[in-house]
């Protein structure tokens, strides 16, 4: 059964700190998604990727994937308060989606 | 751009009430799924769809029904509402395999 664990589940940060989010997954896969949630919204789709080694970047955000560790982080550079969020990581199984725990991000001033 | 729609926003309802969540794509994904999310919570998959006339459960035990007649439209019943059922309930779509899911804005429900 496919499980996905983040860490950390809380993250509070000061402002033009840098940081990462990891994603660990239990079985194969090598198509992981990063989305993000402001509070009392739904999921904003963040980054795609779809093969060992992919890299993307929009802004102080850059998402990589490792398939042979199961293992995606989220990293964070110069952090500002629009960052602030829970964000999410997604594998994709046979069928179906499976969600990380979330990680709820605080980026103090 | 991403056009899937969830009516209503917000229900507040009493218990025993037979409650239906709507959900709309206009984008033609054939893919369409359900999730439970508590506020800032982790999404708990209740049902899911590849195609027209083809529902699966998902990872969470529901008493909710789903049924999939067109491929834009995929309601979500609940026969007999409970408090238990308080949560928000996300719809989404995806087009193909190695896309990103597209997110509705959600359905807040109150069972009273």
């Known amino acids: 059964e496919l499980k996905v664990e983040q860490n950390p589940l809380f993250l509070s940060m000061q402002e033009g700190k840098n940081y990462t989010i990891y994603c660990n997954y239990s079985?194969?896969?090598?198509?992981l998604y990063w989305y993000r949630q402001d509070p009392g919204k739904s999921l904003e789709s963040l980054f795609v990727?779809?093969?060992?080694?992919a890299v993307k970047q929009e802004g102080r955000l850059m998402a990589s994937l490792d398939t042979k560790a199961r293992l995606s982080t989220l990293h964070i550079t110069a952090a500002v308060h629009d960052l602030s969020a829970t964000y999410f990581c997604?594998?994709?199984?046979?069928?179906?989606?499976?969600f990380g725990t979330g990680t709820r991000l605080k980026v103090l001033a | 751009e991403a056009d899937i729609y969830q009516t209503p926003r917000y229900l507040v309802i009493g218990t025993g009430k037979k409650i239906t969540l709507e959900c709309s794509q206009t984008?033609?994904?054939?893919?369409m799924y359900w999730y439970q999310q508590d506020p800032g919570m982790e999404l708990h998959l209740i049902h899911y769809?590849?195609?027209?006339?083809?529902?699966e459960k998902g990872d969470l035990s529901s008493e909710s029904t789903v049924s999939r007649i067109r491929t834009e439209h995929f309601p979500l019943t609940l026969e007999s509402a409970r408090p238990s059922h308080t949560s928000q309930y996300l719809c989404?779509?995806?087009?193909?395999?190695?896309?990103?899911?597209?997110f509705g804005d959600g359905t807040r429900l109150s069972i009273l």
């Open positions: 990727l779809l093969s060992n080694g």
């Open positions: 984008m033609g994904h054939d893919k």
């Open positions: 079985t194969t896969s090598d198509r």
């Open positions: 989404a779509s995806s087009e193909t395999d190695n896309q990103p899911q597209h």
């Open positions: 997604a594998v994709e199984g046979t069928y179906k989606y499976i």
């Open positions: 769809s590849y195609g027209v006339n083809s529902t």
